[in-house]
């Protein structure tokens, strides 16, 4: 079992920058793909960026593509989503995925551990 811990989440004007973070409690944290989604009220949850065990394989989403990087600390088990150049739709509740079994996937249904998600708020 593992347990995903977010945070760094808030209230941003249009244009600035968070960074979020992913604590896990997995002994084997290496081992695992981890994940980004999102979810905005009224729509599906969906794929940010993900990486591989070292870092150096990632996915990322269009729509974030050159604004956010994933980025990992295998000796601290914990994974980052650095966020500039905020817009107001990038407003969502983020949720941090881990999987054991495949490579950085863009699909949620390839994520086994979930964390609790952090609110995004970029003001306009």
């Known amino acids: 079992q593992v347990q995903l811990v977010e945070s760094g989440g808030g209230l941003v004007q249009a244009g600035g920058s968070l960074r979020l973070s992913c604590a896990a409690s997995a002994r084997t944290f290496i081992s695992y793909t981890m994940g980004w989604f999102r979810q905005a009220p009224g729509k599906e949850r969906e794929f940010v960026a993900a990486a591989g065990w070292s870092g150096t394989s990632t996915n990322y989403a269009e729509s974030v593509k050159g604004r956010f990087t994933i980025s990992r600390d295998n000796a601290k088990n914990t994974v980052y989503l650095q966020m500039n150049s905020l817009k107001y739709e990038d407003t969502a509740v983020y949720y941090c995925?881990?999987?054991?079994?495949?490579?950085?996937?863009?699909?949620?249904?390839?994520?086994?551990?979930w964390g609790q998600g952090t609110q995004v708020t970029v003001s306009s």
């Open positions: 995925a881990a999987d054991s079994r495949y490579a950085p996937s863009t699909s949620w249904s390839m994520y086994t551990y």
